[in-house]
């Protein structure tokens, strides 16, 4: 049966659980774990962070287990928060221009890309810099878990990666810029171009001679080379890890993205590498 264990836990002293109304609860699930992290907008500063690792996932449902034991052992869930934002984690989206969105369209255009799965259910995030609707569901089972939740509001994670990749494009005035997110067994690639989206993709993989291989045909297809790409590297990997040593054969340029410095970090946070939860704290992004 699948199981969970705590990886991470921080707070800042002047966290105190009296005060979650003044906090937003910022919340990232898939099938590898759940992290959140507690941000106070009366300072604009992130002053939490929790992580968990889950044990024998390999589908959706079998997230269910552990997620549920996560829930029932933490009290700080059961209070009352200003905005509390779960942000899904699967392969399962697809961009649709504004001018052609519908709200009461989202299962026709979720299955343009993918097939019907039963306990779907279709949601949708605007993503302000593209003027687009990020479209793409969750298992109905996962939505009925968070249902006793006050203010709860849904996204999924390639929103915040897609607005922070354009958002730093305009803040730098860059031409051209690819960002890579890692995780466990799946990455994603988004290309700006002239600070507008030129692609975004991912892909499952289970070796980094596989990662590596999707990595250079998405940069064939988009006509750059690993001489000439600068690649933006986030997510679970490191300079210790196969996928970096392998990444580093092939691509000339590679740095690890900074948190984004519009908020502030409590000290606390100098114990965790920022760019491992990239998707989580650009979460505001999307506010």
Request: aromatic letters at 12%; hydrophobic letters at 25%; a negative charge.
């Given at each position: 049966m699948a199981s969970q264990q705590k990886q991470t836990s921080f707070f800042d002293k002047s966290f105190s659980d009296a005060n979650t109304s003044d906090y937003h609860l910022f919340l990232q699930l898939s099938k590898s774990g759940l992290s959140y992290t507690i941000f106070n907008t009366q300072t604009n500063t992130y002053i939490g962070f929790e992580s968990f690792l889950f044990?024998?996932?390999y589908n959706d449902y079998s997230i269910l287990n552990p997620l549920n034991q996560v829930i029932e052992q933490t009290p700080l869930?059961?209070?009352?928060?200003?905005?509390f934002v779960v942000s899904y984690v699967n392969?399962?989206?697809?961009?649709?221009?504004?001018?052609l969105y519908k709200a009461d369209e989202l299962k026709k255009y979720h299955l343009f890309n993918f097939a019907e799965?039963?306990?779907d259910v279709y949601l949708s995030d605007f993503v302000l810099n593209l003027s687009a609707y990020n479209i793409y569901s969750i298992p109905d089972f996962i939505v009925d878990a968070f249902k006793n939740f006050e203010q709860i509001t849904f996204r999924h994670f390639s929103t915040a990666l897609i607005e922070a990749s354009i958002l730093h494009a305009k803040k730098t005035n860059a031409l051209?810029?690819?960002n890579v997110h890692v995780l466990p067994q799946s990455f994603q690639i988004i290309s700006v171009k002239n600070q507008t989206l030129e692609l975004y993709n991912?892909?499952?993989?289970?070796?980094?001679?596989d990662f590596i291989y999707y990595l250079l045909f998405v940069l064939n297809q988009i006509n750059?080379?690993?001489?000439?790409?600068s690649i933006r590297l986030t997510g679970e990997v490191d300079k210790n890890s196969a996928i970096y040593d392998m990444l580093y054969k092939y691509i000339q340029t590679i740095e690890f993205c900074e948190t984004p410095n519009e908020l502030k970090y409590s000290y606390v946070f100098e114990q965790t590498q920022k760019h491992y939860h990239y998707a989580l704290f650009n979460?505001?992004?999307?506010?």
């Open positions: 044990n024998d996932v869930f059961k209070k009352s928060f200003n905005k392969n399962r989206s697809t961009l649709i221009p504004k001018p799965q039963e306990e051209s810029l690819i991912s892909f499952n993989y289970q070796t980094s001679e750059t080379t690993g001489n000439e790409v979460q505001y992004l999307c506010e």
